[in-house]
């Protein structure tokens, strides 16, 4: 077949060259969120087999499901606290080791360790390092005169050790994407700032901040898409508890869906969770993106 | 003649019900006694020419959401799985799991007849719902008191304990009791109890315990509708007396798991708690264990209303949609036969059959054991409710919040019964 033959068809060659990408894309991700966008569609128990339609039922339960709405604010909670403490710290560090110093090279290294942690090993690490008789962290606290605390059997504190633990965890990752953006800022523009008497904070402020914008927007748009998963750190350290005091929206999803075996009504809340992401990631991508192209 | 040879080795293979060669997969829990069994399949298999992949997997959720995704009505990953018995109902009621009475009779080993007691009937009962048997229990677990010996018998604790009290310093007999010696031993610096306050099916089973000993149940049927049976009253004393003790637990006692509870007995500064069976050789062994051979084994203390064992037993069952009913119920009937059980029970592995527990040679060797059959006789079982793990998960949640002073008691009972409500109203229509 040649050329003008294909042309006239309306059959590019270049779809020969996407086809593969497309139909993996289409297996991989495409089936599985138009399946689970089906089976949130019906009352489906996962023991068994008698699934009933039940249309938008399930988009309606979550509403006036108080366990729902509560571990939505909780996981909303843990977003809005730790994803700015992520950024601050990825920042400033970021800048201190984009002035030169001794050891700064290893150190810079060593520093993006926890981001490398896996998640369920994190979660482990932080429930013995905080076990109330034999932790260490429990142990050095004891020292500096705290009394012997159960940190994770109290409500507020085993909330926020979850953030402390992503916290610990995750800052490398903004340090590692600032940073990044930090080593592309011409340092021309910098040194002028300076010759014009401009301050440490007002070069942050006015110089910095905006050239590294959409780089920022970038990590913080994977954090949220990220911490919005969050799942095993939690499920090993606390299992959501104590109470539900940690119960975030993933585990909640997870409980629905393998403990009470309500595959429908989780299927239904992992695709809210899922258009919450895309909502970010439209928001995000537009207001910074759009805003700086243009 | 070809066709009647066709035919006679037809019959055969039909006869014998399982062909040499054939393959099941069992799915179990993973534990010290799975890994038993495993290093005994090839016996197993040589006897009866039937291959044997035996997947475990760790209990509660993983091995959980592996049963309820690969067993279905039509198709089955599976042709024997390990279910926790609170999910016998659950499974029975829609139809995943072959009566026992239908499983097929034992070519190599015998089908085990439910009316011989030999296995207890208490442990059966763990395989029942709705009047049928659903499989059969594997392994005799329920609560077996531990008291530490070394305090136990220490002449100086003796002396005061019985001027303070009043009556000697024993393994605790009543609720009463195991206060008065939790408190003796906390003013000593040490500690009285271990308890159970991770948010896991653990802490539904000291709920349960603590309730039954309270003379409460959970729930219960009523003119073929599920209610809430939860005695308020009751079910308050049984929070404010389980708080009482974790006063006098070791630091942390509000988020104690088993590995918390093992390493604060075997460290020897806790005078008694319970234990599962599967758990005990932890602290009996010397390597790990400052308190080895120096634990006195018992039923639980009783409670104001009775006393309570709260079982746990794990219960073979066949899918319905298995294509080797036969093969399966073989290996289920060889695992559960008195020469397996033997070997199980010489090793550490507390046997579901009256005959190896009972066995003086082994009793020796596994004091708890004698403890065990004893304590089979207060068995009692978590709810058995179709929702379980719902209704689980609300029984645990409002218990660790009145327990550990989150939700006053009375609120705690409150909440609990308002939910169970809710969730009953939805199950009954």
Known sequence: MDENKRRRRGFPPSLYFILPATLTVGIIVAFPLFYAFFMSLFNWPLVGAQRTFIGLGNYLSMFEDNEFINSVLRQVGVVVIAVPIELIIGFFVAILFDRKFPGSKILRSLVLLPAFVLPVLSGLTWRLMLAPQYGPLTYLMQIMGFPNQAWLANPQLAYATVIIQDVWRMWPFMFAFIYGGLMNVPKELIEAAKIDGSGFWNTILKILLPVLEPTIAIAVMFRIVDILRIFPEVYVMTGGGPGDATMLFSLYIQEQAFSFFNIGYASAMSMLLLAVSIVIAIFLAKNVFEANES | ?429
């Open chain 2, 1 to 429: 003649m070809r066709k009647f040879l066709l035919l006679v080795v037809i019959l055969a293979v039909a006869t014998f019900g399982i062909a040499f060669g054939t393959t099941i997969h069992v799915l179990v829990w993973d534990d010290v006694m799975s890994q038993a069994v495993q290093t005994l399949i090839p016996q197993f298999e040589q006897t009866t020419g039937i291959n044997v992949v035996f997947e475990r997997v760790p209990s509660g959720n993983p091995i959980l959401t592996k049963e309820a995704v690969g067993v279905t009505p039509t198709q089955s990953s599976y042709d024997l799985i390990a279910l926790d018995e609170p999910f016998v109902p659950k499974f029975a009621s829609a139809g995943l799991i072959l009566n026992y009475n239908d499983w097929p009779e034992g070519n190599v080993y015998k089908k085990i007849d439910l009316n011989s007691g030999v296995i207890l009937p208490t442990v059966f009962d763990a395989a029942k719902f709705a009047g049928n048997i659903w499989g059969m229990p594997i392994n005799g677990n329920l609560y077996v008191w531990m008291t530490n010996e070394l305090m136990l018998d220490n002449p100086t604790y003796q002396k005061e304990f019985k001027a303070q009290y009043g009556y000697d310093l024993q393994v605790p007999q009543n609720f009463t009791q195991l206060l008065d010696m939790a408190k003796f031993f906390h003013d000593k610096g040490l500690y009285g109890f271990a308890p159970f306050t991770l948010r896991a099916e653990g802490s539904t089973c000291e709920a349960v315990w603590m309730f039954s000993s309270f003379g409460t149940g959970i729930i219960g049927l009523e003119n073929g509708k599920y209610v809430v049976t939860l005695n308020k009253e009751d079910a308050i004393k049984a929070m404010q007396y389980y708080s009482q003790l974790l006063q006098y637990s070791p630091p942390g006692a509000n988020s104690m798991g088993h590995p918390e509870r093992i390493a604060a007995f075997s460290s020897g500064k806790v005078f008694t708690m319970f234990q599962w069976p599967a758990l005990i050789p932890n602290s009996e062994n010397p390597n790990d264990s400052m308190v080895a051979g120096k634990i006195a084994f018992s039923v639980p203390p009783a409670g104001p209303a009775a006393t309570a064992s709260v079982r746990g037993c794990w219960v073979l069952a066949i899918p319905s949609a298995s294509q080797n009913k036969a093969a399966a119920a073989e290996f289920a009937y060889w695992w559960a036969s008195k020469d397996v059980q033997q070997k199980l029970a010489s090793m550490g592995m507390a046997s579901v059959r009256e005959d190896v527990l009972m066995n003086p040679d082994l009793i020796a060797k596994y004091p708890w054991y004698k403890a065990m059959a004893e304590s089979m006789k207060y068995a009692v079982s978590r709810p058995r409710f179709v929702d379980y793990a719902e209704l689980s998960s609300i029984v645990q949640k409002y218990w660790l919040a009145g327990v550990t002073g989150t939700m006053k008691p009375e609120d705690a009972v409150n909440g609990m019964i308002q939910e169970i409500n809710n969730l009953l109203k939805t199950y009954n229509g």
